[in-house]
Structures are given as C-alpha cells and as structure tokens.
C-alpha cells in the first residue's frame, strides 16, 4: 500500500497586482491557512516521503508554509510546472513516475485536477453541503494499492478543510 496526500493550495490574493494567474500571491487568509494545515499535518504524524508541488506561486507558498511546520526543508520539495494545471492523465502520468520505494507522496496543487484525481480513485466520496469537494487548503489523504492503481481503487482516508481545525 501507498499513501497519496492531496493537498490544494491556500486561498489566492484575486486583487493582486501580479501579472498573470502564474503569479497570484497567497492572500491573507491563505498566510494563515496554510501553516495552521501544516501544524495540523505534523500532530497527526503526517510526513511524506516525496513532496511535489505545482511552482506556481500560491502552491509554491502553500508547500513552503506546510513543510515549515513538517520540519521538511524548502529544499526537500520537488517544483514542477508539470502539476500547475495538469489534466487528470498528466497528474496519473507523474504519479506513474514514482517508484514503488516512496511510500508517501504529498502532491500540492489546483482544482480541478486534484479533484479529478481523488475522484478517479475514490468511488464514494462525501458530497460537502457547499458542493466543494477540495475549496482551498484542504488536505486529503487516500491510500492506494500502488502508484498505477486502477481507477476506484483507492481509499480515502481523511479529509480535512482549515475551517475544520480548531483556531
């Protein structure tokens, strides 16, 4: 079995000034989201083995505030443009990339694509009253028979929103 945390990055800055969507910056309620999740993560014995993330810079803000609170270095996160994006294929294209030695993987990213992703595994999944599945900042963790699982075959675990945690 491995482990597959979802993890969409914090809550955007849409009135910033930056150039393009590439650029939107993390806004205030994301600056505190996104290491309130990663304290959370590190109460709950949450620690990937590889951490993949969009480089976009909101995700990238997202995964450096997380790992902080992980005690995983900045360094540790493995960036790609490849996940700022991806159609549901290229994210199973790079999961399929992940040798069966990395038990963990945390992927931090956008909708819809991670949404895509945990419902391609997950069969049942609870319908929020909100109708969000993933809203910004929520973490998911499934577990997986291996990185190349069939569709359904997967197991979610937990999910968590920020608003769950306590302040």
Known sequence: ???????????????SPAVDDFQRPLNARGLGDAPRMGRWMAEQGYHPSLIASSSALRA?????????????????????????????????????????????VMLVGHNPGLEQLLSHWVSALPVPDDGKLLPTATFAH?????????????????MVRPKDLPV
């Open 1 to 15: 079995m491995v482990d597959l945390f979802l993890l969409r990055h914090a809550k955007s800055d849409w009135h």
């Open 60 to 104: 990238w803000q997202t995964a450096v505030f997380v790992c902080f609170e992980l005690g995983i270095s900045e360094q540790s996160i493995k960036f790609s443009g490849r996940l700022y994006l991806p159609a549901l294929d290229q994210l199973l294209d790079w999961l399929r990339g992940v040798t069966a030695s990395t038990p963990t």
């Open 142 to 158: 499934i577990e997986l028979p291996q990185w190349d699982a069939k569709p359904a075959q997967g197991r979610l675990r937990r």
